[in-house]
């Protein structure tokens, strides 16, 4: 019998896409069952916490709590290069006006509310739920919202205006990419699985890259609020060559985010990210 392996990821457009390949069918691995399990991702850091699943897509936050127990594959990554996570307003107010204002963000161990940390640490936030962010400020309930997935491609068709950027900030302050979550795999799964898990990934990556309105009508079912062009447009900055390898840049990405987020006391430990290679 093959052995049964849970992959989770969000249902975001850009990671749908990477692994519809996998969920399909369309490559795979005769000595394994692969069984996808669909969460927001404050969700999916929470669970990886407790080691629930195998395979996790987890944000770059949380891998500062989980190196012990999940080692990083070395593809599936989500990188913003001069572009990430940000924050927007029913009104246009400037960057300076958003000290002692409401921001609702998509979670405490998401990279985006680290990011938004690491470059205003003095901001009251509130945890909304990723896809509800938008609508919050609508209601009036926050001044403004951290927003991630898709909403970064479809705000202004919602009216709401950028304040900042997390990403070009980001860019300005490092030369880097912004590394925002990637995939980690379970360690007492054993060397062997490690090794395989990678190369099935990439290869699912490889295939929605070649196969791309395929993939994209497949990932379009998980975002039906999102015009294609702009699903599309989201997928484009998410899944890149990057996606495929992080390459040393986007290891040195990593790296230089989990250090500042110790130094500057957002985490306790400083932790060097391990990848399965």
Request: charged share 25%; aromatic share 10%.
């Amino acid at each position: 019998m093959p052995q049964r392996i849970t992959i989770a990821h969000s249902p975001d457009a850009d990671d749908a896409f990477m692994f519809y390949a996998l969920a399909e069918g369309k490559v795979g691995d005769a000595d394994l069952e692969f069984v996808h399990v669909l969460e927001d991702i404050q969700t999916l850091n929470e669970r990886a916490f407790r080691g629930e699943y195998e395979v996790t897509a987890v944000s770059f936050h949380a891998c500062a709590y989980l190196a012990d127990r999940y080692a990083l594959l070395p593809h599936g990554v989500s990188m913003g290069e001069g572009y990430g996570r940000m924050v927007v307003a029913k009104e246009p107010p400037r960057p300076e006006d958003l000290p002692g204002k409401r921001i609702a963000v998509p979670g405490t161990l998401t990279t985006a509310f680290l990011v938004l940390r690491l470059w205003n640490p003095a901001l009251e936030s509130v945890v909304i739920r990723f896809d509800q962010i938008m609508d919050t400020i609508l209601a009036g309930r926050v001044d403004a919202g951290l927003v991630i997935h898709e909403g970064q491609a479809t705000y202004g068709s919602f009216g709401f205006h950028k304040v900042v950027d997390l990403g070009e900030w980001w860019l300005r302050e490092t030369g880097l990419p912004l590394p925002l979550g990637g995939n980690a795999i379970r360690k007492d799964l054993g060397p062997a699985l490690m090794r395989r898990a990678p190369h099935l990934l990439r290869e699912s990556i490889r295939y929605g890259l070649r196969h791309r309105d395929e993939a994209l009508d497949y990932a379009m079912q998980f975002a039906p609020r999102t015009e294609r062009r702009l699903a599309d447009r989201f997928v484009g900055m998410y899944v890149n060559e990057l996606t495929l390898e992080y390459g040393e840049r986007g290891r040195a990405a990593v790296r230089r985010l989990l250090s500042m987020g110790h130094e500057r006391r957002l985490f306790p430990h400083h932790v060097e990210p391990k990848f399965v290679d």
